[in-house]
């Protein structure tokens, strides 16, 4: 989906999977894999309307598949500059970062993006 009505959701994939101690590090990849199809089952809990759905992932994350209804970005460098550039970018848009990273917040807020924590998208 690319409807502009609908809301970007942006999401910080190292710093969601980072945010629950439960051995994310043994392996990345799954753990990005997990998130993604999370986000696939449940959406945006709360949000009633249309969602556009985008896992940055970075490291050894990299690679993971979309899915229908996440889109999976791999960045080639730093996933916080990628996530800044997807914002920056989305003008005109609703944007909204799931990250708890005080610098990434700091930036996409500049080009207008609303910013949440990773309990949004990952309750437990």
Same mark, same amino acid.
Request: proline share 6%; charged share 25%; glycine share 16%.
């Given at each position: 989906m690319t409807d502009a009505a609908a809301l970007?959701?942006?999401v910080d994939g190292?710093?969601?999977?980072?945010?629950?101690?439960d051995g994310w590090w043994r392996d990345r990849r799954?753990?990005?894999?997990?998130?993604?199809?999370?986000?696939?089952?449940?959406?945006?809990?709360?949000?009633?309307?249309p969602v556009e759905i985008v896992l940055v992932v970075e490291g050894a994350a990299r690679g993971v598949e979309s899915v229908p209804g996440?889109?999976?970005?791999s960045?080639?460098?730093?996933?916080?500059?990628?996530?800044?550039s997807l914002a920056a970018s989305a003008r005109g848009r609703r944007v909204l970062v799931v990250t708890a990273d005080r610098e990434? =917040?700091? =930036?996409?807020?500049?080009?207008g993006a609303e910013v949440t924590g990773p309990r949004t998208v990952r309750p437990d």
């Open positions: 970007l959701l942006i190292a710093n969601v999977v980072g945010s629950v101690p799954g753990a990005a894999e997990r998130l993604r199809d999370r986000l696939a089952t449940d959406g945006l809990p709360g949000h009633g309307g996440v889109r999976v970005e960045a080639p460098g730093s996933g916080d500059d990628l996530i800044a990434l =917040r700091r =930036r996409v807020t500049e080009s």
